[in-house]
């Protein structure tokens, strides 16, 4: 991940965060329609889901900066979803909700290069949230 992709995500969030209430309805639509054996596995209130996931990319984009701090984050957080139920598997298709939602919420916004940068980032996330989790489940 380049300095160039930080910026273009930080900066094409900074735009999602106004409309994150509508971004989290679109999101979890999405997604359950891409997998509707998901929907069992959120057990609380979605409305409130709908704030902590947008308030977690937030603190992961903001934290993009500082990979030392945020990582052990992102492990903490893998590791929490075991617990939830998730799988592997599921991480593709949250990703695919999430890139999607972008493109919806920021339009001609989400360029090539946004989108590229986004896969990245997501990738990055995503992996290390995998990995926390399965040495988890080995322990
Ligand atoms: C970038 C990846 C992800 C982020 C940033 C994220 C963020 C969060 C956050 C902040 C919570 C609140 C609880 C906590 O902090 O432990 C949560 C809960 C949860 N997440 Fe994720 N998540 C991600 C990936 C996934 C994936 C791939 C799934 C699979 C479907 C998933 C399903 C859930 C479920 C089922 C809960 C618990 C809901 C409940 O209590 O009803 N998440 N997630």
Redesign the pocket.
Known sequence: MTATQINLVQSSWEKVVPISDTAAKLFYGE?FELDPG?RS????DMAA?GK??M???SL?VRGLNDLGKLVPVIQD?GR??VG???QDK??E??GTA?IWTLEQGLGPAFTSAVKEAWIEV?TG??TT?QRAASETVAR
């Open positions: 997604l998901l596995l959120f057990t609380s889901q902590k996931l308030q977690a990319i992961a957080l929490r979803h939830y139920g998730v599921h991480y298709t949250v999430l997501y996330i995503a949230m």
